[in-house]
């Protein structure tokens, strides 16, 4: 029966086949779009070298290979090498390629004339410059190129497959001895697979909490299959972590700067916005939806030991790391800046202002792992949201506080007015000063039904001569020549439907 085909669109890209490679043992995910690769295995010596794929994105100076001390590595050539692979045809030109020898009718649009047809096999076909060369029926040998075959009828159903050639970058161990086999290890850094961190906090009452953490992994970097992978706690020294290395790209013809614009994610990736629910693309996850994850410290980083992961190339995946009880309580925050300035003002209005107290929560760290910089998302004990932040990378037995909300309840009022003022009170070189003593007060009004304990943090350019209810104060590098920036900090308690009224004084030297 007579086949038909006939040019629909242009070439297809062909794919390079799988060559002899070491199996991945385990990978290191660290929050920087980065991971250490550790590879192991034993690969045949044929023609007194070991024939591998180079890895696509290694990072500079990282690549590291290993051999028994017995018959070491004597040196590594890398190289680009044409290689066949059967590949699927997909346009006539592939399915010419496929079906050498065959019977086939061609149909073809020459420079000039009508359009032809002939009948016969090709003898040979050409895939770098598209030249085939074909015997007619009547026994005339042809030379014809494929671009003007429109149509290819075959008297039988031909292949769908065909052998295409593909350049492969490759790397060539050369060992001391000679050997059929070696027993390698291979060791680096790579770009394009990150790890994403995210919690989730859950109150259970007025002092405890279920916090649950996850991870999301994006991977653009290694074909995953039954690997050990850990996650990385910390921030390890990485100079060159957005530099490749020569051996990963043809150095004759590119500089050695990466751009990422091959759609893996760059260095900077790590505050990646992506959805962390269950997601895949071009692929599967597998993994067990287990919350105890096991980790260990090691010097100034923490690692989850994630266990065996299947997770192909070009694909994400959520994995459960952490579930357990720790304790909070509630915070209330407010901060005052410096209303009146009077160095560049010489004016302090009386008027009353009111500014913001945010709700917050306290979180203490009473679990065994260190809580790492993530986003966070709190419920309520009804199942209610309460807020998203970010929570900062927490010791354990530390605290850190996520801010959920302005308080709607709790209002502070500040107001400062002048008390008295000192002429000529400075002489610096030949400026004279003046002085100004101002007073100012601070009202937190508490309109819950129950006890809240309020942070409150007043600014101010001067020297603070006193303050009420046991404010901290502190200082910091000097605004002007003669007045400091100083802080007051209150931390106090307001009963239910109650007030608290905070004062503090303050000197300004300023120029009349």
């Not at 669109?9 to 086949?17: E, G, I, R, T, Y």
């Not at 100079?239 to 760059?266: A, C, F, H, Q």
């Not at 100083?486 to 303050?506: A, R, T």
């Amino acid at each position: 029966m007579k086949r038909t085909l006939i040019i629909l669109f242009a070439v297809l890209a062909l794919s390079a086949p799988a060559q002899n490679s070491l199996p991945i043992k385990k990978i290191t995910l660290f929050k920087n779009a980065t991971g250490m690769i550790v590879k192991e295995g034993s690969l045949p010596v044929k023609d007194g070298g070991v024939a591998m794929p180079i890895p696509d994105q290694v990072l500079f100076g990282t690549f590291f290979m290993g051999s028994p001390k017995d018959n070491a590595i004597k040196n590594v050539v890398f190289r680009n090498d044409t290689l066949k692979k059967r590949d699927e045809a997909r346009a006539v030109w592939q399915f010419i390629a496929g079906n050498v020898n065959k019977p086939v009718t061609l149909n073809y649009t020459p420079t000039q004339g009508i359009d032809k047809s002939v009948s016969g096999k090709v003898l040979s076909y050409d895939l770098y410059n598209g030249l085939l060369k074909f015997m007619t029926d009547g026994g005339k040998t042809m030379v014809m190129h494929v671009g003007s075959i429109y149509q290819a009828d075959f008297k039988d159903d031909p292949s769908n497959y065909y052998m295409a050639d593909s350049i492969k970058r490759m790397m060539v161990l050369k060992p001391e001895k000679p050997a059929s086999d070696i027993s390698l290890q291979q060791i680096y850094m790579t770009g394009g697979i990150n790890w994403i961190p995210s919690y989730f906090l859950r109150l259970k009452d007025d002092k405890t909490a279920r916090l649950e953490m996850k991870a999301t992994i994006e991977n653009y970097a290694e074909d995953l299959s039954e690997t050990e992978m850990e996650l990385v706690v910390g921030s390890p020294q990485m100079i060159y972590s957005n530099k490749p290395d020569p051996m990963t790209y043809n150095y004759l013809s590119v500089s050695g700067s990466y751009n990422g614009n091959d759609g893996r994610p760059m260095t900077n990736y790590m505050q990646s916005n992506a959805v962390t629910t269950y997601a895949m693309a071009n692929g599967t996850a597998t993994y067990d939806w287990d919350f105890g994850v096991a980790g260990e410290k090691t010097d100034d980083m923490y690692i989850y030991q994630l266990g065996k992961v299947t997770l192909p190339k070009q694909s994400k995946g959520t994995f459960p790391i952490y579930s357990g009880v720790i304790e909070y309580k509630d915070k209330y925050e407010g901060s005052i800046p410096d209303k009146t300035n009077y160095y560049d003002t010489r004016f302090c209005s009386t008027e009353e202002k009111t500014y913001d107290v945010f709700h917050s929560l306290e979180v203490k760290n009473t679990s065994n792992v260190p809580l790492t910089t993530a986003s966070i998302m709190v419920l309520n004990e009804k199942e209610q949201f309460v807020a998203q932040d970010e929570l900062k990378y927490t010791p354990v037995g530390a605290s850190s506080t996520i801010k959920l909300s302005k308080a709607i309840d709790i209002i502070t009022k500040n107001n400062e007015e002048e008390k008295s003022r000192e002429d000529n009170a400075k002489k610096i070189g030949k400026q004279n000063y003046s002085k100004v003593l101002l007073k100012g007060t601070i009202e937190v009004a508490n309109y819950q039904n129950k006890e809240v304990t309020v942070s409150i943090t007043k600014l101010m350019s001067g020297t603070v001569s006193s303050q009420s209810d046991g404010g901290v104060l502190t200082k910091q590098t000097p605004r002007s020549y003669v007045n400091p920036l100083s802080q007051i900090k209150w931390d106090i308690k307001v009963k239910p439907n109650d007030k608290k009224m905070l004062s503090y004084e303050y000197e300004v030297y300023f120029i009349p």
